[in-house]
């Protein structure tokens, strides 16, 4: 009997044949920096969000000696102790159980500080490419009961599908088609392992992949998880409407 696709069945419908056709390139979680956050949990948690600012330096000021530069997504501990300095606001925070210092305030956002979640939304706003993604996923780490992120993840995605098409387009240069036959894997297992997926795996940030026409598409997870856990949020229109296209497709 045939299927009859009414509004509310036409997208998992769609959904499922897209399984069913497309390998999944499914994201690897980034466990050393989801461990570190466990570990320095609390309201005293802070993870660097904007490395352009993120100096680490014995004393609060741009005068204080630099110790080292916090990579974006590194979790502190915030000491509580807080200073301004040369015009800018400095907090002291713990890197390691040996390693503490100062770091300007905007470089980080914790879920302890009022108004973090809204400074890194326009962070993640003003970000692009795939520094929007990994900020996003920031976002959605350190602030789980947020109500911004109907916004974030609507944003992660569409940050994603346009990553999508960027990959096709540097895979199809870069993977040379006599390499890979002398190679003697199948073709599109070089596809799935092209090593510039790697950064988005560490995001948590899956793919699919068409072995026909060779392009990537992004899964769609994030909008699942609108639709999902805030159906009735203003982003959850596009979310459907971008789950509907890429079914289609």
Do not use: C
């Not at 590194?74 to 503490?100: H, I, K, P, S």
């Amino acid at each position: 009997m045939p299927v009859r696709l009414t509004r509310g069945t036409l997208v998992p419908v769609l959904l499922s044949l897209l399984v069913s056709v497309f390998t999944h390139v499914a994201p690897a979680p980034a466990q050393k920096k989801k461990q570190q956050r466990a570990q320095l949990s609390g309201s005293r948690f802070a993870v660097v969000v904007d490395e352009r600012l993120s100096v680490l330096r014995e004393a609060p000021g741009f005068m204080g000696a630099p110790v080292q530069r916090l990579g974006r997504g590194r979790a502190v501990q915030l000491t509580g102790a807080r200073r301004e300095a040369d015009g800018a606001a400095f907090v002291q925070v713990a890197v390691t159980r040996r390693t503490r210092g100062w770091v300007q305030s905007e470089s980080l956002a914790a879920p302890g500080r009022a108004g973090d979640d809204e400074r890194l939304l326009r962070l993640v706003r003003g970000s692009e490419d795939f520094d929007r993604v990994e900020r996003a996923r920031l976002f959605l780490d350190t602030f789980p009961r947020s109500p911004h992120r109907p916004a974030v993840l609507l944003l992660l995605g569409e940050a994603t599908d346009a990553a999508a098409a960027r990959l096709t387009r540097d895979a199809a240069r870069r993977l040379d088609a006599r390499e890979m036959e002398a190679g003697g894997a199948p073709p599109h297992s070089y596809f799935l392992n092209f090593n510039a997926l790697d950064r988005y795996h560490r995001n948590g940030v899956g793919f699919v992949f068409d072995r026909a026409t060779k392009q990537y598409a992004y899964d769609g997870a994030a909008w699942r998880e609108i639709l999902g856990r805030h159906p009735r949020s203003p982003e959850a229109v596009r979310a459907r409407a971008r789950l509907g296209a890429a079914a289609a497709k």
